[in-house]
């Protein structure tokens, strides 16, 4: 009889949430590289630009508050920890294809 990938890989779900967590980091930093030389490089849209950081920000934190509390709710005693980096993540990328584009 096969074993379960769980059996086999117990911390497989921590080493995958630790990795979507460092790959996160690394593409938050381009964005911010991005961010960076645009409103370094000035022009229009660069007010807009750091009034659309600000209210993302703000969104992306309400979001997961959200999720962390739906999850405290059910007794899950990560709070939602993947669900908000893959939030996290998705949002970043949209931003690094925007910017980079």
């Known amino acids: 009889m096969p074993r379960k990938s769980a059996a086999l890989w117990p911390h497989f779900n ?7 967590s460092a790959m996160l980091a690394f593409e938050a930093n381009q964005v911010i590289a991005l961010r960076l030389t645009k409103m370094a490089l000035g022009g229009p849209g660069v007010e807009a630009e750091a009034e ?7 969104e992306s934190l309400a979001e997961s508050g959200g999720v962390m ?3 405290a709710m059910v007794g ?3 709070l939602g920890a993947e669900k908000i980096v ?5 949002k970043v990328r949209a931003n690094r294809r925007r910017l980079a584009s």
């Open 76 to 78: 899950a005693h990560d």
């Open 14 to 20: 921590l080493a995958s949430t630790a990795f979507q």
């Open 86 to 90: 893959r939030l996290y993540r998705r």
């Open 69 to 71: 509390m739906r999850a």
């Open 52 to 58: 659309l950081m600000v209210s993302e920000k703000l």
